[in-house]
Nanobody, 115 residues
């Protein structure tokens, strides 16, 4: 099994910044991509950003230019730096790892943007 543990969520003011981290452990054969999704109250879970094993990145249009996703392949971690946060970024953020045996999710970390 693969375990994902997120950290770094919390409260930020509009215009502020937060950094999320996710560490993967367990039976990791290889990783195709790691990334972040989020789910706001009453809404479906949506892609935020992900990064492939080769370093290619994909961002949702709503976060492009504000968020940066990065990976440490040696440590099986993925990070998300979130700048210029708005109230619309308030959600539970989930880490996801995709590999040859399927997709794995973390337990989620709450991000709240409020003044």
């Amino acid at each position: 099994q693969v375990q994902l543990v997120e950290s770094g969520g919390g409260l930020a003011q509009p215009g502020g910044s937060l950094r999320l981290s996710c560490a993967a452990s367990g039976r990791i054969v290889s990783i195709y991509s790691m990334g972040w999704y989020r789910q706001a109250p009453g809404k479906q879970r949506e892609l935020v950003a992900y990064i492939t094993n080769g370093g290619d990145t994909v961002y949702a249009g709503s976060v492009k230019g504000r968020f940066t996703v990065s990976r440490d392949n040696a440590k099986n971690t993925v990070n998300l730096v979130m700048n210029n946060l708005t109230q619309e970024d308030t959600a539970v953020y989930y880490c996801k790892l995709v590999g040859p045996t399927g997709g794995y999710w973390g337990q989620g970390t709450q991000v709240t943007v409020s003044s």
